[in-house]
């Protein structure tokens, strides 16, 4: 069975760290592009950050430089999102995706919270 499966989310003070994982079961990783996007009540998703199948070139959205990192084990079949200075704004359910050509399988989420 094909399954990406989400965890490291929880609740967080503002400027903590929290470091998601996502991890592959039923396929190998190392073929596919991976992606974190995030949804937040009422707004629409957005592509977080991005890596290569061979994790040799990252991409991160405006909002996150600096203070995100997307890397991948392919080894242990796992994608990380390390995530450094929260913001509240970063508060939403973050979703990893596995992408190769037509096909993109899809995490269930795991909710991150950033409050004081």
């Known amino acids: 069975q094909v399954q990406l499966v989400e965890s490291g989310g929880g609740l967080v003070q503002p400027g903590g760290s929290l470091r998601l994982s996502c991890a592959a079961s039923g396929f190998t990783l190392s073929s596919y592009a991976m992606r974190w996007f995030r949804q937040a009540p009422g707004k629409e998703r957005e592509l977080v950050a991005a890596i290569t199948s061979a994790g040799d070139s990252t991409t991160y959205a405006d909002s996150v430089k600096g203070r995100f990192t997307i890397s991948r084990d392919n080894a242990k079949n796992t994608v990380y999102l390390q995530m450094n200075n929260l913001k509240l704004e970063d508060t939403a359910v973050y979703y990893c995706?596995?992408?190769?050509?037509?096909?993109?399988?899809w995490g269930q989420g795991t909710q991150v919270t950033v409050s004081s």
């Open positions: 995706t596995a992408r190769r050509r037509d096909l993109t399988y």
